[in-house]
Structure formats: C-alpha cells, structure tokens
C-alpha cells in the first residue's frame, strides 16, 4: 500500500504514520545510546530557495538515504528579516530520519516547521534508497499552531517504489509537507 486512497488499511496508516514519526523524533531527541550514531534518527534544517532552479537536499542513515529535489519560485514572505541581508528569499525547512528499533522501517519527512509555505513548487520529488515505500503522503499544508495538515489531492502527486513527486499539469504547485514510510530489505536465513 502507497498511500491511503480509499483502501481499508488507509485510515490505519494515517493514524500510525504521524505516531511513528514523533516516536522517530523523540528518539533523534533522546542521549546517544548503545545504538551505534549511524542508526540514530536525525533531524537536518535546510534553506529552500527559491529562483527556479533545481536544488536537492539529502540525509543518509546507515544503509538508507532520503533525497529531496525542488524547484521553487516566490515566497518572499518566508524571508526572515533578521536572515534578509545574509540569505535573501530563502525558506527554512526540515529534514527527519529515522529507522524503526526492528529496522524494519525507514522515515523521512520533509517539511516547514511553520507550516504554510508562501513558495510556488514548480516541481517536487523526494526519492529513498535502501528501502521501498510503503506509505507516503504530500500536504499543501503543514499541521503547527491549531492548524491541520491538508493533504494534496491524490491527482497531484505519484508515488513509486522509491520516489514521490509532482504530477506534471495536475500539481497546483503548494507544497509544505511530506512524508513517507519505506520498508527496508529483511535478511531471510
């Protein structure tokens, strides 16, 4: 299952997926422990910038790696005025990682911790390695301050087994959000 559209097991993984990803950050937050650094989540703060030229962002985790490639335009209202002289028209945005304490799992999210993004995604594709996606979903809005996430509609976005990106003509170019759950390779014996 890719995403939830009108299957049966849909409303469980919408319920499961934000639990996992706060257990994920809560453990990226925790003291280092036994776990070896490589396999501890992270979290990774990058500039969206807009311009219209393609940028990407990427994190690994052991054998897993999570990339985002963007193109964006506009969003002059994401400029923070005590950065404007140093870094004009750029839009802080966050990177998570994470694999589930059974390694069965991989996370990424992608999104913008203030919630609404004031940029025009011209195109958008964030693409695992390692693992095979199992859930993921795209919202034009970000869930802060009282506010809910509002996924995009099924039709704007596609989902393979290791990438999730605009659906070129149908895209209504807001993005602020996504997230995605892969399944990682399981050593049989």
Same mark, same amino acid.
């Given at each position: 299952? $890719? ?10 993984? %919408?319920?499961?997926?934000? $639990? %996992?990803?706060?257990?994920?950050? $809560?453990? %990226? %937050? ?27 962002? #990427? ?40 694999? #589930? ?36 979903? $795209? ?8 506010? #809910? ?26 993005? #602020? ?13």
């Amino acid at each position: 299952m $890719a995403a939830p559209c009108g299957r049966s097991g849909g409303r469980l993984w %919408a319920a499961l997926v934000p $639990a %996992a990803l706060l257990c994920l950050a $809560a453990r %990226a %937050a925790e003291e280092p422990s036994t776990t070896r650094a490589a396999e501890e989540p992270s979290t990774a703060h990058f500039d969206v910038r807009p311009g219209g030229e393609v940028h990407s962002f #990427s994190r690994s985790l052991g054998d897993y790696t999570c990339t985002f490639t963007y193109s964006a335009q506009g969003g002059t209202n994401e400029a923070s005025w005590t950065n404007f002289r140093a870094f004009p028209l750029r839009s802080q945005w966050q990177m998570n990682i994470g694999v #589930s304490e059974d390694n069965l799992l991989f996370s990424c999210s992608v999104w913008r911790p203030q919630g609404k993004s004031y940029l025009f995604f011209t195109q958008f594709k964030a693409e695992v390695k390692g693992a095979k996606i199992e859930y993921a979903m $795209a919202y034009s809005q970000a869930a802060v301050g009282g506010q #809910s996430d509002i996924p995009l509609k099924q039709e704007e976005f596609e989902i393979t087994e290791t990438t999730v990106s605009h659906r070129e003509g149908k895209f209504r170019f807001e993005l #602020s959000k996504l997230m995605i759950v892969a399944k990682t390779p399981r050593d049989e014996l």
